[in-house]
C-alpha cells in the first residue's frame, strides 16, 4: 500500500522568505505526482503535475522535484507572499490505468507579513 | 465553465437520517470520485465511477452509496449516517486514465456533521 506523508505538518516563515515543501512516498514505481493547494474551506487546486519521467515542473514562482528512486518530492516557492498561506497536499498515482490517488495530510503553511 | 460544483455546501444531519450530496461537472469528464477529507489525514476515495452507469468501490466504502446515472453526475448516499460520517466530502472529476496527465479537478466540497 502506497503512504504518502508530509513533514512537517505546519510551517510559518516571514514574507519574503523561500519555502521548501516535502512529500515522501514508499512505492517508488508511481505514474505521475501532484501538487495541490487547499485554501480554508475550499476545495483544492492543482498546481504542478509531474510524469515519473520528469524530474521536474515549473510554473511561476512555484518548482516541484521528482526524486522516484528516492521516493521523495520537494515542492519550492520562491520569495514567499502573505496570500500564499494555505495548505499544500501532495498526492501520487501508482499506475496508467490507475483511478486512485494516494494523498499526504498537507502541510499549513503561514506566511506572516 | 462552472468546472466541479457540489450540493449543499453545508449539513447536519443526526444519527440515523438520510441524505445526498451531489456532485456535477461540465468538462465532459468521463471518470468521478467522492473523497472523505479528516483532520490530519489525507483525502481517502470512497467511490468513483469510470463512466455513465458505472460505480466502484475505493478505499473506505462503508456506508455509503453512489450512482451515476448521468456523465456529468455523481451522487454520494448517506443512507443511515453515523457520527463517524463526520467530515468534508470532496467530488473530483477527471479525462480517462489513457490520456498522460488525467489530472484530477475538485469542487469546493461538502461539510457535514452528524450529531
Known amino acids: 500500500k502506497q503512504e504518502v506523508t508530509q513533514i512537517p505538518a505546519a510551517l510559518s516563515v516571514p514574507e519574503g522568505e523561500n519555502l521548501v515543501l516535502n512529500c515522501s512516498f514508499t512505492d517508488s514505481a508511481i505514474y505521475n505526482l501532484q501538487w495541490f493547494r487547499q485554501d480554508p474551506g475550499k476545495g483544492l487546486t492543482s498546481l504542478l503535475l509531474i510524469q515519473s519521467s520528469q524530474r521536474e515542473q515549473t510554473s511561476g514562482r512555484l518548482n516541484a522535484s521528482l526524486d522516484k528512486s528516492s521516493g521523495r518530492s520537494t515542492l519550492y516557492i520562491a520569495a514567499s507572499q502573505p496570500g500564499d498561506s494555505a495548505t499544500y497536499l501532495c498526492a501520487v498515482r501508482l499506475r496508467s490505468n490507475d483511478y486512485k490517488l494516494s494523498f499526504g495530510a498537507g502541510t499549513t503553511v503561514t506566511v506572516r507579513a | 465553465n462552472a468546472g466541479v460544483t457540489q450540493t449543499p455546501k453545508f449539513r447536519v444531519l443526526k444519527t440515523g437520517q438520510s441524505m445526498t450530496l451531489l456532485c456535477a461537472q461540465d468538462?465532459?469528464?468521463?471518470?468521478m470520485y467522492w473523497y472523505r477529507q479528516d483532520p490530519g489525514m489525507g483525502l481517502r476515495l470512497i467511490h468513483y465511477?469510470?463512466?455513465?452507469?458505472?460505480?466502484a468501490k475505493g478505499e473506505v466504502p462503508d456506508g455509503y452509496n453512489v450512482s451515476r446515472l448521468k456523465k456529468q453526475n455523481f451522487l454520494l448516499g448517506l443512507e443511515s449516517a453515523a457520527p463517524s460520517q463526520t467530515s468534508v466530502y470532496f467530488c473530483?472529476?477527471?479525462?480517462?486514465?489513457?490520456?498522460?496527465?488525467?489530472?484530477?479537478?475538485f469542487g469546493p466540497g461538502t461539510r457535514l456533521t452528524v450529531l
Open positions: 473530483a472529476s477527471s479525462y480517462s486514465t489513457g490520456l498522460v496527465d488525467n489530472e484530477q479537478f
Open positions: 468538462m465532459n469528464h468521463e471518470y
Open positions: 465511477s469510470v463512466g455513465e452507469g458505472t460505480t
